[in-house]
């Protein structure tokens, strides 16, 4: 997927071996051929489902795995509004056949993609990992709410397990490659993707989802990070492994950006015009959240180093160079 590219990229280039686990149900493998392009290096590919137990036998039997990176989660807001139960069971009973095969089989080393959507955004704007979570607005929300919380039960229960669990803010941009980057499946649900397609003429306009909240341009805010310091923070974390114990980190930028100044950024970086109305809020937008980045500073040594500029530039060269994504 898209993440998961990036992070591969980064792991190749730093010297350790990726095995690469997914059903494709919203990626694509020629992802990781280009993975082998940029890198140089060779993966190991396994095309299985999260919840597909014989699959662990096969792979955690044929590859000798330190740790395991999970970001096998279905993530559209929308969707798991619809269709509770297969975000449900392919998240949370997902990750529990995964705990339990890497219990049977002697790995004791995970990193969870979380999301600051775990915390209770009504509850204040800059957060720390200290910060209230709950009150999620969607099924989406709850089940990494509820699968951070069952990784803590997991961790009280044995303390050998080492347990990273990265919240994510809002990640954006590509490898400056512009060979991989985000592909979403029909109609983008983000706003980065859906610039990208207006960009590159695929959709009219953007709509930008209301201009009348307290904030100083009245559109939403955001901590965006670019995607490849996001795969950094995962090499960074995949050291933290080396420890016993449970860790939480935030991954995110700490610079907040208004929608409008997100649009305003990516026309400036690429010298476009981007067609934009103002539509309606949409349902479950809270109005403002970034991140308080300081603990992956001091515990893993990880900072972002890339600004927006940085990330609209990414972003569009992947989508000029790919105007129908891996298709
Ligand atoms: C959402 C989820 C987050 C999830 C992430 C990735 C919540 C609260 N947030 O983040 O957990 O990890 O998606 O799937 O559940 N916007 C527009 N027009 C568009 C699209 C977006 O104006 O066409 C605005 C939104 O109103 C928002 C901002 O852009 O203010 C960012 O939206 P988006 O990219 O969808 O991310 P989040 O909603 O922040």
């Known amino acids: 997927g898209y993440i998961g590219s990036h992070i591969c990229v980064e792991l190749l280039g730093q010297g350790y071996d990726v095995t690469v686990m997914d059903n494709l149900a919203n990626s694509n493998e020629k992802a990781l051929r280009r993975v082998e392009e940029i890198t140089g290096k060779k993966l190991r590919f396994y095309e299985a489902d999260i919840r597909d137990r014989s699959a662990y036998d096969e792979i955690f039997s044929q590859n000798e795995?330190?740790?395991?990176?999970?970001?096998?989660?279905?993530?559209?807001?929308?969707?798991?509004?619809?269709k509770p139960l297969a975000y449900f069971d392919n998240n949370v009973s997902g990750t529990i056949v995964l705990l339990e095969k890497m219990k049977e089989h002697h790995i004791k080393r995970i990193i969870f993609s979380s999301s600051a959507t775990v915390y209770d955004l009504t509850q204040g704007e800059c957060l720390t990992e200290k910060s209230p979570i709950g009150n999620s607005t969607s099924p989406y929300g709850r089940t990494k709410l509820?699968?951070?919380?069952?990784?803590?039960?997991?961790?009280?229960?044995?303390?050998?397990?080492?347990?990273?669990?990265?919240?994510?803010?809002?990640?954006?941009?590509?490898?400056?490659?512009?060979?991989?980057?985000?592909?979403?499946?029909?109609?983008?649900?983000n706003l980065m993707p859906y610039i990208t397609q207006v960009a590159v003429g695929k959709r009219e306009k953007l709509n930008i989802f209301g201009n009348d909240y307290d904030t100083p341009d009245g559109t939403c805010i955001r901590d965006y990070i670019h995607v490849m310091d996001l795969a950094g923070g995962h090499s960074k974390a995949v050291r933290k492994l080396e420890e016993q114990g449970l860790f939480i980190y935030n991954l995110g930028t700490g610079q907040p950006q208004s929608v409008l100044a997100v649009v305003h950024a990516f026309e400036k970086a690429n010298g476009l015009k981007i067609n934009y109305a103002i539509a309606p809020r949409r349902a479950g937008d809270a109005p403002k959240y970034y991140a308080n980045a300081d603990k992956a500073k001091t515990e893993l040594n990880w900072e972002a180093e890339r600004g927006i500029e940085d990330m609209c530039r990414d972003s569009w060269n992947w989508q000029k160079n790919n105007p129908e994504g891996y298709r």
């Open 65 to 82: 795995i330190y740790g395991v990176i999970h970001m096998a989660g279905l993530k559209a807001v929308g969707e798991s509004v619809r």
């Open 146 to 189: 509820v699968i951070e919380q069952m990784l803590a039960d997991l961790y009280h229960s044995d303390a050998r397990w080492s347990i990273v669990m990265l919240r994510y803010f809002n990640p954006i941009g590509a490898h400056v490659s512009g060979r991989i980057g985000e592909d979403p499946n029909g109609e983008p649900n």
